[in-house]
């Protein structure tokens, strides 16, 4: 049975929470096992007055008997304590599961039990009222599977649903492996032909009877599930007929002993179609149900316990309806209990122990937060949540060599590399973008447009109080004539040749700029027209120095500057005209000047 629980909630919980289900059943199990032998056993089975004692007993127990049936009963109790598990899978801490599994081992489970079965142990000990009074719960119908339904409601209900669960942006929650959770519903069948075929407490001609009636049970549920989910799914959906088969175990567990064949079939085909007509129910109220418990142990359990009523052989005096009021007593009164103890206890554990594991250790999923457990697959996965929350996609992920996830990280790092490759090149788009919006494409100096903006923050630097700046206009003498007799080509280069020349004298904090064809505007920050002027005629000196080589040629050119004043009285507009005017000078006097206007 802890088996077949383990594979189911492995199976049917997100990859991420596999390694904490199985973690939580395996403790569930030592923690039943230890609490029930040496606590609850005494409460469940002794009489009133020699509790005590009994629980010292069996720190020191040698009857056989005695010892196989403890041990018979610890499973139960380790049944009804792993079925929590799986309703609260994927939010609930390990510290909050194992509190509630140790109130289940030793309160919840053996004061149920006591009143159902207490009477089954030692002579003249009349514990279990409720079967004194015709109440039929065979093999742990109601005290099993609807207690740990209960429990695990209580659980749901405090502890509240799983991240994304419901709401608008809701999404459905995948099992991670199906084929697992399947492992575990057949390996819970063999568990319970050993619960039910066992709960004889001897082998005898009726065990194969109550084998049977086990397995029709669950055939019956599987089969209807499986027939349901056709019909209003279209086609079958596995974990409802996994689900199904579950139920249909749970219905006639409480009367494998006495229901016929036909009735076997008949509640179990019956039970089967709850976990599927029960979804929206428990959708409404926003319960989240990690793997379907309450449909399967709860609703099931109580079905088929009622059942009974209608399908027993009565005692003598006993109407069929006295019977099914039994029945109904019986469920409500174990179920009241058992939720009210739960819900209660949960409660008062809540002031001392965190219930549900943060926001973030539920996205990143319980096995990394409760167990820093690491695999190949969780490693993948955290590296891309890191790049996924940062935004850092220039980094390859890495994960170990020879495993599937790693034929994953190869193609998602194939992604990773193309997509970086085109936000490089879109970045260099936008850069190329960026500075042609300020620059001259041919030249790469400012542009008409850029130069205009540079000096008007240059002249409202001015006016708040700034140095006075020189500004210069100038114009390649005769360029026309180097186009025709060399080509636009070599233009171009002439007009490449000089800026960079240019530029290369310059500060950082001077501007350099085309304004159209040959012409430039050249401004001195913080400087006078003066040592503008010294700047300039060294410019001019470097040029011829340094003429442009042709590839049977050297092209020797001047060029002729107009040199103004940029200061807060007079304008940008008043000093351009002025350098402009000056640079018409320089040319009507011959060319290959500079000339300066006040």
């Given at each position: 049975?802890?088996?077949?629980?383990?594979?189911?909630?492995?199976?049917?919980?997100?990859?991420?929470?596999?390694?904490?289900?199985?973690?939580?059943?395996?403790?569930?199990?030592?923690?039943?096992?230890?609490?029930?032998?040496?606590?609850?056993?005494?409460?469940?089975?002794?009489?009133?007055?020699?509790?005590?004692?009994?629980?010292l007993a069996n720190f020191s127990l040698t009857d056989t008997k005695l010892i196989?049936?403890?041990?018979?009963?610890?499973?139960?109790?380790?049944?009804?304590?792993?079925?929590?598990?799986?309703?609260?899978?994927?939010?609930?801490?390990?510290?909050?599961?194992?509190?509630?599994?140790?109130?289940?081992?030793?309160?919840?489970?053996?004061?149920?039990?006591?009143?159902?079965?207490?009477?089954?142990?030692?002579?003249?000990?009349?514990?279990?009222?409720?079967?004194?009074?015709?109440?039929?719960?065979?093999?742990?119908?109601?005290?099993?599977?609807?207690?740990?339904?209960?429990?695990?409601?209580?659980?749901?209900?405090?502890?509240?649903?799983?991240?994304?669960?419901?709401?608008?942006?809701?999404?459905?929650?995948?099992?991670?492996?199906?084929?697992?959770?399947?492992?575990?519903?057949?390996?819970?069948?063999?568990?319970?032909?050993?619960?039910?075929?066992?709960?004889?407490?001897?082998?005898?001609?009726?065990?194969?009877?109550?084998?049977?009636?086990?397995?029709?049970?669950?055939?019956?549920?599987?089969?209807?599930?499986?027939?349901?989910?056709?019909?209003?799914?279209?086609?079958?959906?596995?974990?409802?007929?996994?689900?199904?088969?579950?139920?249909?175990?749970?219905?006639?567990?409480?009367?494998?002993?006495?229901?016929?064949?036909?009735?076997?079939?008949?509640?179990?085909?019956?039970?089967?179609?709850?976990?599927?007509?029960?979804?929206?129910?428990?959708?409404?109220?926003?319960?989240?149900?990690?793997?379907?418990?309450?449909?399967?142990?709860?609703?099931?359990?109580?079905?088929?316990?009622?059942?009974?009523?209608?399908?027993?052989?009565?005692?003598?005096?006993?109407?069929?309806?006295?019977?099914?009021?039994?029945?109904?007593?019986?469920?409500?009164?174990?179920?009241?209990?058992?939720?009210?103890?739960?819900?209660?206890?949960?409660?008062?554990?809540?002031?001392?122990?965190?219930?549900?594991?943060?926001?973030?250790?539920?996205?990143?999923?319980?096995?990394?937060?409760?167990?820093?457990?690491?695999?190949?697959?969780?490693?993948?996965?955290?590296?891309?949540?890191?790049?996924?929350?940062?935004?850092?996609?220039?980094?390859?992920?890495?994960?170990?060599?020879?495993?599937?996830?790693?034929?994953?990280?190869?193609?998602?790092?194939?992604?990773?590399?193309?997509?970086?490759?085109?936000?490089?090149?879109?970045?260099?788009?936008?850069?190329?973008?960026?500075?042609?919006?300020?620059?001259?494409?041919?030249?790469?100096?400012?542009?008409?447009?850029?130069?205009?903006?540079?000096?008007?923050?240059?002249?409202?630097?001015?006016?708040?109080?700034?140095?006075?700046?020189?500004?210069?206009?100038?114009?390649i003498d005769f360029f026309k004539k180097i186009n025709d007799k060399y080509g636009?080509?070599?233009?171009?280069?002439?007009?490449?040749?000089?800026?960079?020349?240019?530029?290369?004298?310059?500060?950082?904090?001077?501007?350099?700029?085309?304004?159209?064809?040959?012409?430039?505007?050249?401004?001195?920050?913080?400087?006078?027209?003066?040592?503008?002027?010294?700047?300039?005629?060294?410019?001019?000196?470097?040029?011829?120095?340094?003429?442009?080589?042709?590839?049977?040629?050297?092209?020797?050119?001047?060029?002729?500057?107009?040199?103004?004043?940029?200061?807060?009285?007079?304008?940008?507009?008043?000093?351009?005209?002025?350098?402009?005017?000056?640079?018409?000078?320089?040319?009507?006097?011959?060319?290959?000047?500079?000339?300066?206007?006040d």
């Amino acid at each position: 049975m802890q088996l077949g629980f383990s594979c189911l909630e492995a199976g049917s919980v997100r990859a991420k929470n596999s390694i904490n289900v199985v973690i939580k059943n395996c403790l569930d199990f030592c923690v039943s096992i230890l609490c029930f032998t040496f606590v609850g056993f005494a409460l469940m089975f002794a009489p009133a007055e020699s509790i005590g004692s009994q629980i010292l007993a069996n720190f020191s127990l040698t009857d056989t008997k005695l010892i196989i049936f403890i041990l018979f009963h610890a499973m139960f109790c380790a049944t009804t304590v792993t079925i929590i598990s799986g309703a609260i899978a994927e939010r609930m801490s390990l510290s909050g599961y194992v509190s509630i599994a140790v109130i289940t081992a030793v309160i919840i489970y053996p004061l149920c039990g006591r009143w159902i079965w207490g009477g089954t142990l030692f002579d003249g000990v009349q514990n279990d009222w409720l079967t004194q009074l015709g109440f039929h719960d065979f093999a742990g119908g109601t005290l099993v599977h609807s207690v740990g339904g209960w429990i695990a409601l209580a659980s749901v209900i405090i502890v509240g649903p799983r991240i994304g669960r419901f709401g608008d942006d809701s999404q459905p929650i995948r099992p991670s492996s199906l084929p697992l959770a399947s492992l575990g519903v057949f390996m819970l069948w063999i568990g319970w032909m050993g619960f039910n075929g066992g709960s004889q407490l001897m082998l005898t001609n009726q065990t194969a009877s109550i084998l049977y009636i086990t397995v029709l049970g669950g055939v019956a549920g599987m089969s209807s599930a499986a027939l349901a989910s056709k019909i209003v799914h279209m086609q079958p959906q596995v974990i409802l007929i996994l689900n199904g088969g579950l139920a249909g175990l749970v219905a006639i567990t409480a009367g494998a002993d006495i229901l016929m064949p036909w009735q076997a079939l008949l509640l179990g085909a019956i039970c089967g179609l709850l976990p599927q007509f029960s979804e929206r129910m428990l959708e409404k109220y926003q319960i989240d149900d990690g793997v379907g418990v309450i449909p399967v142990h709860l609703f099931a359990g109580i079905v088929g316990t009622l059942a009974i009523g209608l399908f027993m052989p009565l005692n003598e005096g006993v109407s069929r309806l006295e019977q099914l009021g039994v029945q109904l007593f019986g469920v409500v009164v174990v179920g009241g209990a058992a939720f009210s103890i739960a819900y209660v206890s949960l409660k008062l554990i809540s002031l001392r122990v965190i219930l549900r594991v943060p926001k973030a250790g539920e996205l990143v999923g319980l096995n990394v937060w409760e167990h820093g457990a690491s695999t190949a697959k969780i490693d993948l996965l955290r590296q891309m949540s890191v790049q996924a929350e940062l935004g850092l996609f220039n980094h390859r992920v890495v994960v170990e060599p020879h495993t599937e996830e790693h034929h994953i990280a190869t193609y998602y790092n194939t992604v990773l590399d193309k997509f970086n490759e085109v936000q490089e090149e879109r970045e260099k788009a936008l850069e190329k973008a960026v500075w042609l919006a300020e620059h001259d494409a041919l030249t790469g100096v400012k542009h008409r447009r850029a130069v205009t903006q540079v000096l008007t923050q240059e002249y409202e630097r001015i006016s708040r109080g700034g140095n006075k700046a020189s500004v210069a206009i100038i114009d390649i003498d005769f360029f026309k004539k180097i186009n025709d007799k060399y080509g636009h080509d070599v233009g171009d280069k002439t007009l490449i040749h000089f800026t960079q020349l240019v530029s290369s004298m310059l500060r950082k904090t001077d501007m350099f700029g085309r304004i159209g064809g040959e012409e430039f505007v050249l401004l001195f920050t913080d400087t006078e027209v003066s040592l503008a002027l010294e700047k300039l005629e060294k410019i001019r000196a470097e040029l011829k120095n340094c003429p442009l080589h042709l590839e049977h040629d050297s092209l020797s050119f001047t060029f002729s500057a107009g040199l103004t004043l940029l200061s807060e009285t007079r304008n940008i507009e008043a000093s351009l005209k002025a350098a402009d005017t000056a640079l018409f000078e320089a040319k009507k006097q011959g060319r290959d000047k500079i000339l300066t206007v006040d």
